[in-house]
C-alpha cells in the first residue's frame, strides 16, 4: 500500500458541469470558443484596415477620368464637325461662285444657269435668264472673296469690259436634295 499523500491532479482538467464539478461562474471574458495550439487559426480573416481610404479615392478617380474622357472626346467631336462643316460651305461656295464667273466670262450662259438655285430657276427661265445676261457687260475678270458662312454670301470684284469694275454680293442657297451650294442672286 501507499502512503497517505497529496493527491495528483487528473491528467485532463474536468469541464465545467461534467463529473460533478460545478459550473464557472459569469466572467468578464467572451464565451468566444478559441482553439488552442500550435498551427491553428482563428476561422476568418480579419478584413483589412489599411488602405481603404486611398482604394476609394484611387476609384472616384478613375471614374471622374472616365466621365472627363467621354464628355471632353463629345465636345471635340462636336466642335470639329462645326468646324469642318464651316470649312465644307466655304470651300462650295467659292466653288459655285467660281463657276458662275467663269462661266458668264466664257458667255456660257447654260453652264451659269445650272449653277443657280431652284428658287432663282423658278423666278427665271432658262431662255429669259441668257437673254438678259447677253445684253449685260461682258465679264472680262473677276475676283471671289471669303465666303460669310453666317448669311451664306459672298464678295465678288467683276472687271467689266472696258475695264470699268463692281463690287458684287453673290448669295448662296443650299439645294435642298444634294446639300450643294448654289447661287441664288447678285447684287
Known amino acids: 500500500?501507499?502512503?497517505?499523500?497529496p493527491a495528483a491532479p487528473p491528467p485532463h482538467p474536468a469541464l465545467p458541469g461534467a463529473g460533478g464539478a460545478p459550473p464557472a461562474g459569469p466572467s468578464s471574458e467572451p464565451e468566444v470558443p478559441v482553439p488552442a495550439g500550435p498551427g491553428v487559426v482563428p476561422p476568418f480573416?480579419?478584413?483589412?484596415?489599411?488602405?481603404?481610404r486611398a482604394r476609394l479615392w484611387l476609384g472616384l478617380g478613375v471614374g471622374a477620368l472616365a466621365v472627363l474622357i467621354c464628355c471632353g472626346g463629345g465636345g471635340a467631336a462636336v466642335v470639329g464637325l462645326a468646324v469642318s462643316n464651316a470649312q465644307a460651305i466655304e470651300e462650295q461656295g467659292r466653288t459655285v461662285t467660281d463657276n458662275y464667273y467663269r462661266a458668264l466670262m466664257e458667255e456660257d450662259w447654260s453652264k451659269a444657269y445650272d449653277q443657280l438655285c431652284d428658287d432663282a430657276q423658278r423666278r427665271e427661265s432658262r431662255p429669259d435668264f441668257e437673254a438678259r445676261v447677253a445684253t449685260e457687260p461682258h465679264v472680262s475678270g473677276y475676283r471671289v472673296g471669303q465666303v460669310d458662312v453666317q448669311t451664306l454670301t459672298v464678295p465678288v470684284d467683276v472687271t467689266l469690259a472696258g475695264g470699268k469694275q463692281e463690287a458684287q454680293q453673290v448669295t448662296l442657297a443650299a439645294d435642298q436634295q444634294t446639300g450643294g451650294m448654289e447661287v441664288c442672286g447678285v447684287s
Do not use: L, S, V
Open 45 to 52: 480573416a480579419a478584413p483589412p484596415t489599411e488602405g481603404r
Open 1 to 5: 500500500m501507499t502512503a497517505p499523500g
